[in-house]
């Protein structure tokens, strides 16, 4: 059976992992998950114990958790439409190199801001959450605009799963108002570009229960209890 991908609502990181599918255009199925509740059940605890999105379950009824781990899965299976890159060449390194960057430095820049917005009311806090977060995020920011110097994409001049993830994650700027993208005009540009894209459009529907149209792997939706069987344990 085709793999299927475990994504969280609203606002997850799994956006990412959505568009590299579409890229893909490789049969696939969606999970949806609504984060905190749906993963409090004991049988998403049989997809991943961390309880966290998104997480693949691919043909041999492994589950692979980890977005870098996802991403790298799906650019291997990609690396004819130029998703990804053979592991030894440096291509691959660099990809890699950035899928790393987004997924430690990129993404924990924002934590602060997602602290403040998912604590109790607690004002002085959230103000103090919400300053340190806007700080990394410029931060974070300026290191993308210094990497996509003379490169159309992040990982060079092809569209890779790097950018897949990098515009789940840029659009949470926009959603905690943390810094104005237009300062930063190369990360603009490819956030403009990527959010043109029909799978960054379809990844947005699909979010939003929205129609929305495949480029041609979109399967539809399972629901995890009629993935039981699937799933070992
Ligand atoms: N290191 C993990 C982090 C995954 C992660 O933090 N996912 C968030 C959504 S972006 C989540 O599932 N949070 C659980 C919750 O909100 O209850 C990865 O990169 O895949």
């Given at each position: 059976?085709?793999?299927?991908?475990?994504?969280?609502?609203?606002?997850?990181?799994?956006?990412?992992?959505?568009?590299?599918?579409?890229?893909?255009?490789?049969?696939?199925?969606?999970?949806?998950?609504?984060?905190?509740?749906?993963?409090?059940?004991?049988?998403?605890?049989?997809?991943?114990?961390?309880?966290?999105?998104?997480?693949?379950?691919?043909?041999?009824?492994?589950?692979?958790?980890?977005?870098?781990?996802?991403?790298?899965?799906?650019?291997?299976?990609?690396?004819?439409?130029?998703?990804?890159?053979?592991?030894?060449?440096?291509?691959?390194?660099?990809?890699?190199?950035?899928?790393?960057?987004?997924?430690?430095?990129?993404?924990?820049?924002?934590?602060?801001?997602?602290?403040?917005?998912?604590?109790?009311?607690?004002?002085?806090?959230?103000?103090?959450?919400?300053?340190?977060?806007?700080?990394?995020?410029?931060?974070?920011?300026?290191?993308?605009?210094?990497?996509?110097?003379?490169?159309?994409?992040?990982?060079?001049?092809?569209?890779?799963?790097?950018?897949?993830?990098?515009?789940?994650l840029a659009r949470w700027a926009t959603y905690h108002?943390?810094?104005?993208?237009?300062?930063?005009?190369?990360?603009?540009?490819?956030?403009?570009?990527?959010?043109?894209?029909?799978?960054?459009?379809?990844?947005?529907?699909?979010?939003?229960?929205?129609?929305?149209?495949?480029?041609?792997?979109?399967?539809?939706?399972?629901?995890?209890?009629?993935?039981?069987?699937?799933?070992?344990?």
């Amino acid at each position: 059976m085709e793999p299927v991908l475990f994504y969280g609502v609203p606002q997850g990181c799994s956006f990412g992992s959505i568009v590299a599918l579409e890229w893909l255009n490789q049969p696939y199925r969606l999970c949806r998950i609504n984060m905190p509740e749906d993963m409090q059940t004991d049988l998403y605890a049989r997809v991943n114990p961390v309880r966290e999105t998104p997480a693949l379950l691919v043909e041999d009824g492994a589950v692979i958790t980890e977005s870098a781990a996802i991403l790298q899965n799906l650019a291997t299976r990609g690396i004819q439409r130029g998703l990804g890159f053979a592991q030894g060449t440096p291509q691959f390194d660099r990809l890699n190199q950035k899928l790393a960057f987004l997924n430690t430095t990129f993404f924990s820049a924002f934590g602060p801001l997602w602290k403040a917005y998912e604590m109790e009311a607690n004002p002085p806090v959230q103000e103090m959450l919400r300053d340190l977060g806007r700080e990394s995020v410029a931060k974070a920011h300026a290191h993308v605009e210094a990497m996509l110097a003379g490169h159309e994409w992040l990982a060079g001049d092809r569209r890779t799963v790097a950018d897949a993830y990098f515009i789940g994650l840029a659009r949470w700027a926009t959603y905690h108002r943390a810094v104005d993208q237009r300062e930063y005009p190369q990360l603009h540009r490819l956030v403009q570009r990527l959010e043109a894209d029909p799978a960054v459009v379809f990844a947005h529907a699909i979010e939003d229960e929205r129609p929305a149209t495949s480029a041609g792997g979109f399967r539809g939706h399972i629901t995890l209890e009629d993935l039981q069987l699937r799933l070992a344990g």
